[in-house]
């Protein structure tokens, strides 16, 4: 990539950055394009060279916070149902750890799947990632192999992925440290 291309594109994800904390700290609808555009020290004018509206640079975050997820799954689909949600939550806890965008992304995803003001063709995007369901099947298939704890799958993902979410928000909003992935593990893993 040319010096220039590389900047650009460093540039645009400084804006994708500031945009991402103002999202989860004021909501998408309170937030102003003007706000971002202060936030990343450019005019607005400038940050529409970049993103031609507050919904089109929303809309970007949300393509990345469900690529990211689908890209995880596709790579540990092969793995055994409690390998597969011992090496989810480790890779995802690594990326928490390595760069605080992935956890305030974790943060985004949630306040968007809840909102009213989530525009109707980003939810049906984001809509792909609902891995409380996309888990039952690996949860049953886990409990019939001996390795996942008896009791409704549904409710064994809930546990899983909420926990996962509540580590990943109380490290991008409180700085707090980030849990160790076995004990999440833990809460699925059937007990000797």
């Given amino acids: ?26 909501g998408y609808a309170a937030t102003k394009i003007s706000d971002i555009a202060e936030a ?6 400038l940050l529409f060279h970049y993103f031609s509206s ?3 640079l929303y809309e970007e975050l949300m393509k990345i916070g469900v690529s990211g997820p689908e890209s995880l799954t596709a790579q540990l689909s092969g793995l055994a149902p409690l ?4 090496q989810m939550c480790s890779q995802i806890f690594a990326g928490i750890v390595r760069d605080p965008f992935t956890a305030k992304m974790f943060v985004l995803m949630t306040q968007a799947f809840s909102s009213a003001a989530t525009p109707d063709h980003i939810q049906k995007t984001i809509q792909r990632i609902n891995y409380y369901e996309l888990s039952v099947p690996m949860i049953a298939a886990g409990q019939k192999e001996g390795t996942i704890r008896d009791g409704d799958p549904l409710a064994l993902s809930v546990a899983y992925w909420t926990a996962i979410q509540g ?13 160790h992935s076995e004990w999440i593990v833990d809460i699925i893993r059937r007990k000797p």
């Fill in 1 to 26: 990539m040319n010096k220039r291309k590389e900047q650009k594109e460093q540039r645009r994800m400084q804006i994708l950055e500031v945009a991402l904390d103002l999202f989860i700290h004021k």
């Fill in 54 to 56: 507050k919904e089109h």
């Fill in 83 to 86: 390998a597969f949600f011992e």
């Fill in 40 to 45: 990343a020290d450019m005019s607005t004018g």
């Fill in 167 to 179: 580590v990943a928000q109380a490290v991008a909003l409180y700085s707090m440290p980030c849990a």
